[in-house]
């Protein structure tokens, strides 16, 4: 059950009352409520309700419906982020974990981990304890087989993940492993669920060949009520009597999840499908429907496999997949960062230090979605704040040790932002990274309530403008702008009134307990906003593969073209040209320029000679890396 703790309630006596249930046997989790303190607890409820009611600090008592209560949204309102290493599962940036079926020498290992790490796995994967059909197939190379996963770690810094097959095993995957999975056959194998749940590292708990959502989550659950709550579910395809696949990949499982529990889900297509062929449009087709990442079986010689070569991706066929997936993140609000690893390793607090090397300046106000680019941009874990302008963040950029700005500077419906073009024009700052993130707006208010009711609606004035349509359908609506969604939200929430409502991204109307009305009321569902990051220092290391520009020239036929020709000639892509008036100077132009090299590097220098003679004006904003590729 929940108990909502009363308002005000000091530490001492919501600490007493914890005390107070943990005697009783009980199982005590905080939940995380956005002004309100609340106590899950969970175990053998021998008491009516009312006991719990009359508890002193205790407001309200929710019983919890579900069989499984640690696992159930209802204990945990906002989706669960599980750290490995650097990798956090469960957050806006989808992870990618590949590797072999199974673990067969050294040096295929180490070739299959290079490669994968390459195109932008953050994990790896790789059986040396393998639960085979038949008792004469290859049964995985055991703790030798462990040793060469610690090499891979070792040499490409991906995190390992590994099956584990009995509770013997605890002792070598607490040396070895950074996340033990549980396969399929062992989902109900309820000792060593409950062995998991002691030893503490993350698990990866795969789904049962005939298991249902619900007794799968109750496995998860015998983990949970252990104290281990770092799961992840992996949805792997289930028995059924269609054979032309191996299973049949339950794509449903990933909302029903999402509605269920907070644990993330990732999808194994590689056992769903068991063809090659298949698994790249089922990888697809789970990322589009929500899931939180990926297991992908890769080797570099699948027809010399030991196990499971027939669904092993090649190499190349994995990385065009991670190119689909880099496209597709984004229209469902989350991103594939193929330098997460690196940004990790940068973004880390400094040694001797417990501060973070950098921290991130962004402005709320100006709009609601700088905050979702902070996070997919550099993960949830590093420190960032909000000031009130683009001006303040390009302050701090310039004088503040280690900070770095996001600013928006493109809209894919509107155009450029000039305002901060202008600031990168007036400070000597310069651009190292960037995201393009989605907008979605959606009508939030309390359950139940009715659009047609509707009175009053919160949002930041640049929401409006982006929903004009819809809300030009309500005209008889009274709009109240405020500085930022969560502000929106406190004052529909704190009005109690159902005929209010609030403009925002879905996961606030999780946060506040509150249900959306109307999804995707934004005029144009390709709206698409690009944001950069900068810094008065390079970032990461090279090689970059991508540069902004701005310049002007003379106002002479031809000038522009000149500038233009030089990009030709050298065949390089120009993605980005866009005019506008220079302040000040009628009929005066400055073009803002990208193009796909890295204009500082010693092969352009010539180039940069030429340019600087055919403008009149030159800056170069930054170099940095396009976002789909590791290597050039
Ligand atoms: C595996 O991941 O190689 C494996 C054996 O998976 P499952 O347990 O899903 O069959
Ligand atoms: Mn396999």
Redesign the pocket.
């Known amino acids: 059950m929940i108990l909502v703790l009363k308002r005000g309630l000091g530490p001492k006596e919501k600490e007493g009352l914890m005390d107070l249930l943990r005697s009783e046997n009980y199982i005590i989790k905080e939940i995380e409520g956005v002004e309100e303190v609340i106590l899950g607890v969970v175990g053998t409820i021998k008491k009516d309700i009312r006991y719990f009611e009359t508890l002193p600090g205790v407001a309200k008592v929710l019983p919890v419906s579900k069989e499984y209560k640690l696992v159930s949204r209802e204990m945990h309102p906002t989706p669960s982020v599980i750290k490995v290493g650097d990798v956090f599962i469960g957050g806006d940036r989808l992870v990618v974990i590949a590797g072999p079926?199974?673990v067969e020498d050294r040096k295929r290992t180490l070739e299959i981990a290079r490669v994968v790490r390459r195109h932008g796995a953050v994990l790896f994967?790789g059986?040396a304890f393998?639960?085979r059909t038949s008792p004469y197939s290859f049964q995985g190379l055991g703790e030798d087989g462990l040793r060469i996963l610690a090499e891979v770690r070792e040499e490409t810094g991906l995190g390992i993940v590994t099956?584990m097959t009995s509770t013997g095993q605890a002792d070598l995957m607490m040396k070895y492993v950074d996340v033990v999975?549980i396969?399929?056959?062992n989902m109900q194998n309820f000792e060593l669920l409950k062995c998991v749940g002691r030893i503490g590292k993350p698990v990866l708990l795969?789904r049962g060949l005939s298991a249902t959502i619900e007794e799968w989550l109750m496995s998860a659950e015998y983990i949970l009520s252990e104290g281990n709550d770092r799961v992840i579910l992996c949805e792997?395809g289930i028995r059924t009597f269609e054979r032309y696949t191996r299973n049949t990949l339950d794509l449903t499982a990933i909302p029903v999840i999402k509605e269920l529990t907070h644990l993330p889900i990732i999808v194994?297509p590689s056992?769903a499908t068991g063809i090659r062929e298949k698994v790249s449009p089922m990888a697809r087709a789970s990322i589009a429907a929500g899931a939180d990442g990926l297991?992908i079986?890769v080797h570099t010689e699948p027809d010399k496999a030991l196990s499971?070569g027939p669904q092993s991706l090649y190499p190349e066929q994995f990385e065009q997949l991670m190119r689909d997936l880099y496209v597709i993140a984004p229209v469902v609000g989350k991103q594939l960062d193929y330098t997460y690893l690196e940004k990790a390793a940068v973004m880390k607090p400094r040694e001797g230090d417990s501060r973070h090397a950098h921290r991130i300046v962004y402005t709320g106000p100006s709009g609601p979605f700088s905050h979702k680019a902070c996070e997919q941009f550099f993960g949830t874990d590093v420190p960032s704040r909000s000031v009130a302008s683009y001006r303040e963040i390009f302050d701090a950029v310039q004088n503040e040790d280690g900070a770095l700005g996001i600013i928006p500077v493109e809209n894919s419906l509107s155009g450029s932002f000039h305002e901060n073009y202008d600031l990168l024009l007036e400070y000597d700052l310069r651009i190292v990274g960037e995201l393009t993130l989605r907008s979605v707006h959606n009508l939030i208010g309390f359950a139940g309530a009715a659009v047609a009711e509707i009175q009053k609606v919160y949002a930041h004035p640049e929401v409006f403008q982006q929903c004009k349509e819809f809300l030009s359908r309500n005209s008889q609506w009274d709009l109240v702008a405020v500085q930022d969604s969560a502000t929106a939200l406190r004052r529909v929430r704190d009005s109690n009134d159902p005929r209010e409502a609030a403009i925002a991204g879905k996961d606030m109307a999780g946060l506040f307990r509150m249900t959306v009305l109307k999804e995707g009321i934004e005029t144009n569902p390709r709206n698409f906003d690009r944001f950069v990051v900068i810094s008065r220092e390079p970032f990461l290391d090279g090689p970059n593969n991508k540069s902004s520009l701005i310049y002007s020239v003379g106002n002479k036929p031809g000038s522009l073209y000149a500038t233009l020709k030089i990009f030709a000639e050298k065949n390089i892509n120009l993605v980005k040209l866009e005019s506008r008036p220079r302040t000040g100077k009628p009929w005066e132009y400055l073009f803002y320029a990208d193009v796909e090299i890295d204009i500082y590097a010693e092969e352009h220098r010539h180039l940069l000679e030429e340019l600087k003679e055919k403008t009149e004006f030159l800056k170069l904003l930054g170099s940095y890396r396009r976002g789909f590729e590791l290597e050039s």
């Open positions: 079926c199974g994967r059986g393998k639960p099956e999975q396969g399929a056959r795969k792997r194994d056992h297991i079986e499971d």
